[in-house]
């Protein structure tokens, strides 16, 4: 027997985005966005409110970085979510992040978080607070590759449960992708 809940936001795994962005005085702000993923191929769609100070400035400066947040940051991507930028003018120092200039968008890499979409705006929606973004480039610190490739068990991301509003490690290799149903043909 199934149980019905009606349309509630709820999905798994919810990653947990760290979406930063630099305001027209080049100052860095960051953000905590469970609701979002990949578009299209090279697209990212977020689904954030225009209030955000990081919305704000992503708005002024059309580019924006999107890092996942990891067990090793969980505090300060938490803390990120739970203070607004428009309140707290140095939260991005007050998390402990740190900023490197993207090479590709005029927007932060956060020093602290590993692996990183760079992202140039391509649209806002005001009325459905709907971002999409084109990926430029995909950076990973050297420290979660794995012959040259980003290693999950290295980058140690969290996703979101939005039933419990817990954080969630991810775990273990259950199967391959593109090659266990083949045994159904």
Not at 32 to 51: L, Q, R
């Amino acid at each position: 027997m199934r149980k019905n809940f009606g349309p509630k936001s709820w999905l798994y795994p919810m990653p947990v985005l760290i979406v930063a962005a630099y305001d027209e005085q080049g100052t860095p702000n960051a953000m905590n966005a469970a609701w979002g993923g990949i578009y299209t191929d090279d697209h990212i769609g977020i689904c954030i409110s225009e209030g955000h100070k990081t919305t704000k400035n992503i708005l002024a400066t059309k580019a924006f970085t999107v890092s996942m947040a990891t067990v090793e940051q969980l505090a300060a991507c938490d803390y990120v979510g739970i203070v607004s930028g428009n309140k707290e003018s140095d939260k991005f120092a007050k998390a402990g992040f740190t900023a490197a200039r993207s090479e590709t968008v005029n927007a932060p890499i956060i020093n602290e978080l590993p692996f990183t979409l760079e992202c140039e705006m391509i649209s806002y929606d005001s009325e459905n607070n709907h971002l999409v973004g084109r990926i430029m480039n995909v950076s990973a610190d050297e420290s979660i590759l794995t012959l040259g490739k980003i290693d999950y068990r290295k980058l140690r991301p969290i996703t979101y449960d939005p039933i419990g509003h817990h954080y969630i490690e991810l775990g273990d290799i259950v199967g391959n992708a593109f090659s266990d149903g083949k045994k159904l043909k």
